[in-house]
């Protein structure tokens, strides 16, 4: 399938310079974007890079009523000698394929997801870092457009691809969180879509995330909605516990979102002399380990931030400080191993990075 390349205006390169400094998160994006449309009739088709525009949808929209919708969160990252990398955008192609399914959605074939995201980002280097933190953000999204109001599958879907310049999560320095543990609001249930990387998820996650803000927090630990007892997941990243040379995180049940930087992790964590372990936590077993010092670190992981330590829970409103309440040693150390990986400044053990290739 060709890609069909118009003109866009293109902002200066001082303009871009500028644009790239301090961007912070999704709110600066390029000039182009890549876009497809899909109908029973003719499959994936017109698939192009335009000028980045507001995208025209009928009212009535599925995506707008009944959020028909998937995306995903992936990366590209400047390396020292020029080159662009990616990093394991595979994984995500399939997470998204598996969102999609979940969600009566079509799939996007391998090729199809590679020379969008490639051929998107190879047109807007010009828009990646280079100070060797920032990166140049990727959102694959895919949205029901059919003009109906009766609850059913879209019959026709968009697919689009857009980047922009996002700084170094934390742009003063690795710095621990705290996190409000809920048992009133819960994320996701098993036999849910909390696997699925879709909107309706975080519409539910956004009012516990204000009452965590409320209590000081930055975001909010879920437990399993059946027991409302063992640690799923933070809403937007994955959760470690290290209990002394042990790592573990919660099995992939169907109700947490399967993450790259989990599965990564799960695979470095043993190189570094770490035994790995999925397993339900009880939060209980958090609460006891801060207070006896068996748990030692906890934190969280994702495409966005990477590793964040997690200094302190707070949990029915009581505080429980993790560790000594800073960033922990594990934590650091999986966070310059991928990042290393991830800018090229180490080496590449699982054949993780793939280069973005100049295409002429
Ligand atoms: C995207 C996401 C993650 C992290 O996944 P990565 O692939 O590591 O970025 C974790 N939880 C949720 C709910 C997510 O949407």
Redesign the pocket.
């Known amino acids: 399938m060709q890609i069909r390349i118009s003109d866009a205006p293109l902002t200066p390169p001082e303009e871009i310079a500028r644009r790239k400094q301090n961007p912070g998160f999704g709110k600066v994006f390029s000039d182009r974007m890549f876009i497809a449309r899909w109908t029973e009739e003719r499959g994936w088709h017109d698939l192009a890079i335009e000028p980045y525009a507001p995208i025209p949808l009928d009212p009535a929209a599925n995506v707008l009523h009944y959020a028909q919708e998937v995306f995903?969160?992936?990366k590209a990252y400047g390396w020292q000698d020029g080159r662009v990398a990616l990093f394991r955008p595979e994984?995500?192609g399939r997470?998204l394929n598996q969102s999609a399914e979940r969600m009566c959605m079509p799939t996007v074939p391998e090729p199809m997801w590679r020379d969008a995201i490639e051929t998107l980002v190879d047109l807007e280097r010009a828009w990646v870092p280079t100070d060797g933190e920032g990166s140049l953000y990727i959102r694959p999204t895919m949205i029901g457009t059919e003009p109906s109001l009766g609850v059913k599958v879209s019959n026709s879907f968009l697919f689009y691809v857009i980047v922009g310049p996002a700084g170094p999560y934390f742009p003063t320095g690795f710095k621990p969180v705290r996190i409000w543990v809920t048992r009133e609001f819960v994320?996701a249930a098993v036999g849910g879509i909390?696997f699925a990387?879709t909107a309706g998820?975080?519409a539910a996650?956004l009012l516990p995330g204000r009452i965590a803000a409320e209590k000081g927090c930055s975001q909010v630990l879920y437990l399993d909605a059946r027991e409302r007892r063992y640690i799923e997941?933070?809403?937007?990243?994955?959760v470690f516990c290290r209990f002394g040379g042990r790592l573990v995180t919660p099995p992939l049940t169907g109700s947490?979102?399967?993450?790259?930087?989990?599965?990564?992790i799960l695979r470095l964590a043993p190189d570094l002399g770490y035994e790995v372990e999925e397993r339900p936590i009880a939060i209980d077993e958090i609460v006891d380990g801060a207070r006896s010092g068996e748990l030692g670190e906890m934190f969280a992981?994702?495409?966005?931030a990477v590793v964040t330590a997690i200094g302190e829970l707070v949990v029915e409103d009581e505080p429980v400080r993790i560790g000594d309440g800073g960033v922990g040693e594990t934590a650091t150390q999986l966070y310059r191993k991928l990042t290393d990986i991830q800018y090229g400044r180490g080496p590449d053990p699982y054949g993780w990075t793939r280069i973005v290739e100049p295409r002429g």
């Open positions: 995903e969160g992936l994984m995500n997470r994320r909390g990387k998820n975080y996650s997941e933070l809403g937007g990243m994955n947490i979102l399967p993450g790259v930087t989990r599965d990564s992981v994702g495409t966005a």
